[in-house]
């Protein structure tokens, strides 16, 4: 008999009924348990908080916000505490979350740039999705469609700033329109009136609606 041998212990979840190794993988720490871990399982416990949040978002949102407004120094604290602590976990996790939001990734650094430039930073996730619906799902000056742009650049339309961040534009629904790479790229910090007239796929109508749009914001 090897004395070495480590014992595996396992855990029936309790609401899935499956029995699993009872590690941190499949359970999360509970202090107030015999076992030190939560009775349910983790998948089990992502399903519920996905339900409850679906059901109650502008509920728990608030309460977020408040919780932070409030709590602000002591949560940033505990943010930091914890990356020093798991520092090549953290950035293991980024890493695959950038790669796998690259338009969410860009919409938090163009808030974070207008917020340093004291500028509005208000645009919502529900904005931009009407806005782009204006639009046909489609860049606003060459009128290349999103799923075109997903499948030759594999990632959704940007958020382009009709006047740009570095001349006082804002972050909001009255700035921003939809552009593929390539016009956000060409477009830069350039005015729309001095830049746009000059590419070659610049359509007379498409520059009306851009225009009609804004006025209208």
């Not at 090897?2 to 595996?8: A, C, P, R």
């Not at 519920?48 to 728990?60: P, Q, S, V, W």
């Not at 890493?95 to 860009?106: A, E, G, I, L, S």
């Not at 910090?189 to 009306?208: A, G, I, M, S, V």
């Amino acid at each position: 008999m090897n004395n070495n041998t480590i014992e595996v212990k396992m855990k029936v979840c309790s609401k899935c009924g499956v029995e699993k190794e009872l590690n941190t993988d499949n359970f999360s720490r509970h202090k107030g348990h015999k076992d030190g871990f939560n009775t349910q399982c983790k998948e089990c416990r992502r399903k519920l908080d996905a339900e409850r949040y679906k059901k109650k978002r502008d509920e728990i949102l608030k309460q977020k916000k408040t919780y932070y407004q409030e709590n602000k120094e002591k949560v940033k604290e505990r943010q930091k505490n914890y990356y020093h602590k798991n520092v090549e976990d953290c950035k293991r996790r980024e890493k695959v979350w950038r790669k796998n939001n690259p338009h969410k990734k860009r919409t938090i650094n163009e808030r974070r740039r207008t917020r340093e430039r004291k500028l509005p930073s208000t645009l919502t996730a529900k904005e931009w999705k009407d806005i782009k619906a204006i639009f046909n799902n489609s860049c606003a000056y060459c009128g290349m469609s999103e799923k075109e742009h997903l499948k030759v650049n594999g990632e959704l339309l940007h958020q382009e700033h009709f006047i740009p961040l570095l001349k006082g534009g804002t972050h909001d629904k009255s700035n921003v329109i939809p552009s593929c790479r390539s016009c956000n790229s060409s477009k830069s910090n350039h005015l729309f009136n001095e830049w746009y007239p000059k590419q070659k796929y610049y359509d007379k109508e498409k520059e009306r609606k851009i225009l009609r749009y804004l006025s209208a914001c």
